[in-house]
C-alpha cells in the first residue's frame, strides 16, 4: 500500500475527505519526524512503538575496490509492533 492507498483507506474509514485524510496523515508523519528528532520516544497502544537508536561509527569495505572506509555515526528509527497490532497480522 502506497500513501495515497493509505489516505483513501483512512478517508473510507473515518468518513472523511480525501485532503482532510492526507493533512491528518501528513501532520503524523510531521509531528512523527520532529518528535524523534529529539531523541524522545512515541508509544500508540495496541499499534506501536517508536524510538531513535543511535548506531556507532565502524569500518566498512567498498564492494566494489575493497577498499576500506569509515562510516559516520547515525541515528536509526526502531519500531516495535504492540500486541494487537501483531495478533492482527497472526490471525
Given at each position: 500500500m502506497n500513501k495515497t492507498q493509505l489516505v483513501?483507506?483512512?478517508?473510507?474509514?473515518?468518513?472523511?475527505?480525501?485532503?482532510d485524510a492526507k493533512r491528518a496523515l501528513d501532520a503524523l508523519i510531521e509531528v512523527t519526524g520532529e518528535v524523534l528528532q529529539k531523541g524522545d520516544k512515541i508509544v500508540l497502544v495496541g499499534f506501536g512503538s517508536f524510538s531513535v537508536a543511535k548506531k556507532p561509527a565502524r569500518a566498512g569495505r567498498n564492494?566494489?575496490?575493497?577498499a576500506m572506509l569509515r562510516i559516520a555515526p547515525r541515528n536509526v528509527?526502531?519500531?516495535?509492533?504492540?500486541?494487537e497490532l501483531t495478533e492482527l497480522c497472526n490471525g
Open positions: 483513501d483507506a483512512i478517508a473510507a474509514r473515518a468518513n472523511i475527505t480525501k485532503v564492494p566494489r575496490t575493497g528509527i526502531k519500531f516495535r509492533a504492540g500486541a
